[in-house]
């Protein structure tokens, strides 16, 4: 049985269209892997149905291994991390004290938020500017800056 390039060709977009419906960024492989045996297919017509398969299962597993190998994010996003805010200063608009909790405002919104309650280990007057030392659940732990 002769398959012809333009139904691979259809299937690929097809696949892609569904991948556009479903998001699970893992249908966009097999789509992409079917448009390329359409234009193997193409280029060469007396190419056999079974290798037409293995070609398009040989595609589509390289295009998703080339995804998760080489363009794949390596280094998690620190931005919403805790960690990638410590020493942050901020101004202090209310006191805070060992036993009583203050506020302090960022200039840039810290994990979503311009504004925290804060404590410390010492008593800091507000008005005075502080250092970010670590996030606590949400809560701001800070000394003087």
Known sequence: MEMQW??????????????LVLPT???????IGA???ALVALAAPSLALDM????????????TALWFKL?????????WTADSVIGEVG???????EFHKGRVRFQKPILGNEEWTCIA???????????LTAIEGNTARVIRA
């Not at 363009?71 to 931005?79: A, E, H, I, N, T």
């Open 25 to 31: 960024f893992f249908i966009l492989w097999f789509g």
């Open 71 to 79: 363009f794949r994010r390596k280094q998690p996003d620190v931005r």
């Open 121 to 131: 280990d010492s008593e800091i007057a507000a008005g005075e500017r502080v250092r």
């Open 52 to 63: 037409q398969v293995l070609l398009w299962v040989v595609l589509s597993s390289a295009t």
């Open 35 to 37: 448009v390329l045996v």
């Open 91 to 97: 101004l202090l608009t209310a006191a805070v004290s």
């Open 6 to 19: 333009w139904i691979w060709l259809l299937f690929g977009i097809g696949l892609i269209l569904l991948e």
